[in-house]
């Protein structure tokens, strides 16, 4: 075992400890990782590195390239996702163009809102050490149950969107109960149940759009009613502001309280916490696992729902065949946000706000750039391998380890 | 073989688990090193046996400076281990297990099992360590098995023979066996280094005492010194051995088993129609070798397993088959056998940990909110009475040394209104210092009128506590007895023989 130096750095002391850091350092390994594949995959940066031993001007030149090709890449994916400083300054200065300067950040925080929800949902299930890979389906249940009660009834507003969003609980309650009650009564395997039960909803939000009263009148396509005016969740500052961000980040501040509130200060749990950390314990502190396994896919599903229809609600307005399929599939993109952020509250908000940075960055830059949005999702992939691995991570950095926190992960192995 | 360790120095990070340790084993001696759990016994034996390399000093045999870099050096050059844990096949034969790793062959690499058993007979003969070569290992009882691991390490022409911890499974009249060996390998001149903390043992056999506590090594002791001195060393302060107790003044009936029959996870009865009762101001301890369905009697009580057939109650309530939930609420506080594993959660707090089985009591919440103020005044309440070891009450309990891991457990169910205390195991792993602290305290619930039922393996914590003693045996029990009982007596029970009553 080597000698632990008496000398290091202040730096290195002040934040060894803290997974904060790891997570900080793991990001810009991730971008690091980012400006290899940009290099590598964008033609001009390629042909300037071709050339690097034509003429003395050659490897001068090819830095050149690469470095304004990376840094154009990322200055449009921080300007497109958080704000651009010259706008800014001009709506300061002048009082104009506000809407232009905040439409970046009011982006992320739309992307951001459902993607909390779902990842709280994900995180307390993790918690109580239970793996809910179906919060994509109980989100899209969630979606369908909204989207019949914000389209067949009609209500005065006060009575609508609160029904319509109770009803994309609701919804996500019913596909998180199938595997939670399958769990804990037969022992199935909540992950093999889950992650089934998605294709399931898939189907059924395919049925519900093609053959039922939610389709759209004279459609022959997979596309449903608008959802009516009040059961929207409206635009926080005014449909003339031009800002997408609407009421469903309120709906997610409150779920981060209450999800704070739930962890670490109610008694269910307090048992969830104890069933995820030692289920032998559990049992023999008296906290029944079948009631545990149910109620957190019973609230991990509810989670799961209000997300979908937040989404809904707040960003599509129309259900289609397209929601939640594929790369807007929040709920699998939950399960990352969930980890990153260690599975607590204020983690997965920090997560999903550079979750969605990254996606709404990386759409702007591919507009002004042409490097595809791809490139995004390689960068979110890297950052959660590297948080998955702080071992790597503090190597790299020379970040003091601790023996104790050096092999911890958010999760255990589903085997177990 | 003589062994001399000069300034061994082990260290784990910042941890340093041996210290300049000195040793000398002379051939043909037995010496015993003694010290209390934690303090780097295991760590010295694996830096010798070749698992570990040390960070300084050296070490030598007969003389000469010797470094292993791993076990099967050491084993080449005469050094055979014997560990706590046997490390044989159970399913292969008493010769299989022996030749295991250096197999006698014939022809296309075929074992050849005439040549195994005969050196297996050769080797028993002239240790005179007798058994049957073609015995299935799980099939003997566990000190045949232990017999077997001597037999394998003599095979391999074992010089100096490393005994870890060789008695914690043993009933008494296999100990004595093991001594009896200990003492003829020694006269045929084997050096033999004996591992230990139990003080009766150390004085029965040693010719040399060293005593080593927190890694370093204190001092060396004769096998004469009284125990009283011994523990001390070992310790670095005076403890008492002896628990005193009030006059038994036993009251009514808090616990009621009658004809209890438990399956183990295989299937098999554990517990085969077991009857014992426990009253109000007495401690009934059961005794027996492990595995005798002790753990399964007491998760029956504990309602962590079924209950195929018989009644439990408690104060005349009947809890057969109840959740853990209805028997904690019944009044039964249990102090399970592995309590990291059932015990403890331990990546929480320690306040957490002492309100585990309790978490909705009043005042630790209200209406399905926890009330951290009164959780942490709980904690630091019972911290100070209970002497619990801690830096503070939020310090994740995983920080704490098994003695106070203990200490956090029987303080959390002593803390509740109880009728009936059941302790598994209560001192296993601990130090003396925290075996007596815990003693007192189970002494403590019973003059104050609770009913008591301990399980231990420990003959002499048995002989301490107990107002009475069941002894079980193959899922039975084969006898009450009286705390006043020899040991030889109760010893033939735990082998199972005969049957009496007190």
């Not at chain 1, 994509?136 to 249940?141: D, I, L, T, W």
């Not at chain 1, 916490?273 to 957190?296: E, F, Y």
């Not at chain 1, 969930?338 to 607590?344: H, K, V, W």
């Not at chain 2, 098999?268 to 005794?287: D, M, T």
Request: glycine share 10%; hydrophobic share 45%; charged share 15%.
């Amino acid at each position: 075992m080597p000698e632990s130096t008496p000398r290091r750095s202040i730096w290195a002391r002040v934040t060894g400890q803290s997974p904060f850091v790891v997570t900080v350092f793991a990001l810009v390994l991730g971008l690091v990782f980012g400006a290899i594949v940009i290099i590598t995959t964008t033609a001009p940066v390629l042909d300037a590195w071709r050339g690097f031993f034509h003429s003395w001007g050659a490897p001068g030149h090819a830095l050149k390239v690469t470095a304004d090709n990376v840094g154009a890449a990322y200055r449009i994916m921080f300007t497109g996702s958080v704000f651009s400083p010259a706008t800014l300054w001009h709506a300061i200065t002048t009082g104009q163009g506000w809407s232009n300067a905040l439409t970046p950040i009011s982006e992320t925080l739309t992307y951001a809102t459902p993607l909390t929800i779902a990842s709280i949902g994900v995180g307390i299930a993790f918690q109580a050490g239970i793996f809910n890979i179906g919060a994509n389906g109980q989100a899209m249940m969630g979606g369908i149950a909204g989207a019949y009660v914000g389209t067949l009834i009609h209500l005065p507003m006060a009575l609508h969107l609160p029904v319509t969003m109770l009803a994309g609980i609701a919804g996500g309650v019913l596909a998180g109960s199938v595997p939670g009650l399958l769990k804990a009564y037969t022992g199935a395997h909540e992950v093999i149940v889950t992650l089934m039960f998605n294709y399931v909803v898939s189907a059924i939000l395919l049925y519900t759009l093609l053959s039922t009263a939610l389709q759209a009148p004279g459609q022959q396509n997979d596309i449903a009613r608008t959802l009516d005016p009040s059961a929207q969740l409206a635009p926080l500052f005014g449909v003339s502001s031009g800002l997408r961000v609407n009421y469903g980040l309120v709906i997610a501040v409150l779920v981060v309280l209450f999800a704070w509130w739930f962890l670490e200060r109610s008694s269910l749990g307090f048992d969830f916490r104890v069933t995820g950390a030692n289920p032998q314990a559990a049992r023999a502190s008296g906290i029944n696992a079948k009631a545990v396994i149910i109620l957190v896919f019973a609230i991990s599903g509810g989670l799961a729902g209000l997300a979908g229809v937040t989404e809904l609600a707040g960003f599509y307005k129309t259900l289609d065949g397209g929601f939640l399929v594929g790369n807007a599939g929040i709920g699998f993109t939950a399960i990352t946000v969930s980890l990153l952020g260690r599975n607590r509250p204020v983690g997965i908000v920090w997560a999903s706000l550079l979750f969605a940075a990254l996606g709404v960055g990386g759409r702007a830059m591919q507009a002004a750039t042409g490097i595809p949005l791809d490139l995004a999702t390689v960068i979110q992939s890297a950052v959660v391998l590297f948080v998955a691995t702080p071992v790597l991570v503090k190597e790299i950095f020379r970040l003091r380890t601790s023996p104790t926190t050096a092999l911890q992960l958010a999760t255990k192995g589903w085997g177990s | 073989m003589r062994l001399e360790l000069r300034g061994i120095t082990k260290r784990f990070g910042t941890f340093t688990a041996n210290h300049q340790i000195d040793l000398v084993v002379e051939p043909g001696q037995i010496h015993c090193l003694l010290g209390e759990n934690g303090a780097g016994k295991s760590t010295l034996m694996n830096v010798i046996f070749g698992l570990l390399q040390s960070d300084e000093g050296e070490m030598l045999i007969d003389g000469v400076v010797t470094r292993f870099a791993n076990s099967g050096e050491a084993v080449r050059r005469g050094i055979g281990m014997v560990h706590q844990h046997f490390m044989l096949v159970p399913v292969f034969s008493v010769a299989e297990n022996v030749v295991l790793g250096f197999e006698p062959t014939k022809s296309f690499n075929r074992l050849d099992h005439q040549r195994a058993r005969e050196e297996i007979r050769s080797v028993s003969q002239t240790f005179n360590l007798e058994v049957d070569p073609d015995a299935i290992v799980e099939e003997l009882p566990v000190g045949l098995q232990q017999r077997v691991e001597i037999l394998k390490a003599l095979s391999h022409d074992a010089e100096l023979l490393i005994l870890d911890e060789p008695t914690a499974v043993l009933t008494p009249q296999e100990i004595d066996a093991l001594m009896a060996i200990m003492r003829s390998l020694a006269a045929s001149g084997k050096s033999i280094l004996f591992i230990t903390h139990k003080l009766k043992e150390v004085k029965a056999i040693a010719d040399v005492i060293t005593v080593i506590r927190q890694g370093e090594v204190v001092g060396t002791a004769q096998a004469s010194d009284s125990e009283a001195e011994l523990a001390s060393m070992m310790v670095g302060r005076s403890v008492s051995l002896t628990v005193d107790k009030a006059a038994l003044t036993p009251g009514e009936e808090v616990l009621a088993i009658t004809d209890l029959v438990v399956r183990d996870d295989r299937g098999l009865p554990a517990v085969n129609g077991v009857s014992l009762s426990v009253r109000a101001g007495e401690i009934v301890a059961l005794a027996g070798v492990q595995g005798n369905g002790q753990t399964e009697l007491v998760e029956a009580i504990a309602g962590m397993r079924p209950v195929e057939s018989g009644t439990i109650s408690v104060r005349g309530v009947d809890i057969t088959n109840h959740t853990p939930r209805q028997v904690l609420d019944a009044g039964v506080g249990h102090v399970p056998e592995d309590r990291q594993l059932h015990g403890l959660v331990l990546s929480m707090s320690v306040a957490d940990n002492l309100v585990l089985n309790t978490p909705r009591r009043a005042p630790f919440a209200r209406r399905g909110s926890r009330n951290l103020a009164a959780v942490n005044e709980n904690a630091q309440s019972l911290v100070q009475r209970f002497d619990i070891r801690t830096t503070s009450t939020q310090a994740l309990v995983s920080s704490l040394s098994g003695g106070n891991q203990q200490k956090v457990i029987v303080a959390r169910e002593l803390s509740r209104p109880l009728s009936l205390f059941v302790a598994s195991q209560p001192t296993r792993g601990l130090d003396v210092g925290s075996i007596e602290y815990v003693h007192r305290q189970i002494v403590n619930q019973r003059d104050e009128g609770l009913g008591v039922l301990i399980v231990s393996s420990e003959l002499d914590e048995v002989l301490a506590l107990g107002d009475r003693i069941a002894v079980m045996h193959a899922g039975r029990i084969s006898g009450v007895v009286a705390p006043t009982t020899s040991r030889e007596t109760i010893g033939l029970l735990m082998a199972g023989a005969g049957a009496t009553d007190a």
